[in-house]
Nanobody
Framework: QVQLVESGGGLVQAGGSLRLACAASGFTFYNMGWFRQAPGKEREFVAAITWSGGSTYYADSVKGRFTISRVNAKNTVYLQMNSLKPEDTAVYYC???????????????????WGQGTQVTVSS
């Protein structure tokens, strides 16, 4: 059974940091991504990493502040979020995409499995 479980969300002041984790089970060799959805807005791409960890991708809005990484031995993907801003407030979801030559990291439709989400709230 495929399962993705996020953790690490919470309330933080602007300028602070959080680290999200996504524990995966039931599959291997997947590219992984983080998306977020704020109230009243569409889900948007945040960051992605290939299964080997050799390539990473970021939305312009988080580039230089967020870092995605993975430890395959632990089947876990991380999102280190620094210099958080109130506009980063959202529910953050991790997602897994099967390996394919046509993988486009920022496209939600590429992802086969999704976690339940974890709330991140940044106060000003």
């Amino acid at each position: 059974q495929v399962q993705l479980v996020e953790s690490g969300g919470g309330l933080v002041q602007a300028g602070g940091s959080l680290r999200l984790a996504c524990a995966a089970s039931g599959f291997t060799f997947y590219n992984m991504g983080w998306f977020r959805q704020a109230p009243g807005k569409e889900r948007e791409f945040v960051a992605a990493i290939t299964w080997s960890g050799g390539s990473t991708y970021y939305a312009d809005s988080v580039k230089g502040r967020f870092t995605i990484s993975r430890v395959n031995a632990k089947n876990t993907v991380y999102l280190q979020m620094n210099s958080l801003k109130p506009e980063d407030t959202a529910v953050y979801y991790c997602a897994a995409a099967a390996l394919t030559a046509r993988y486009t990291p920022a496209t939600a439709a590429n992802y086969n499995y999704w976690g339940q989400g974890t709330q991140v709230t940044v106060s000003s």
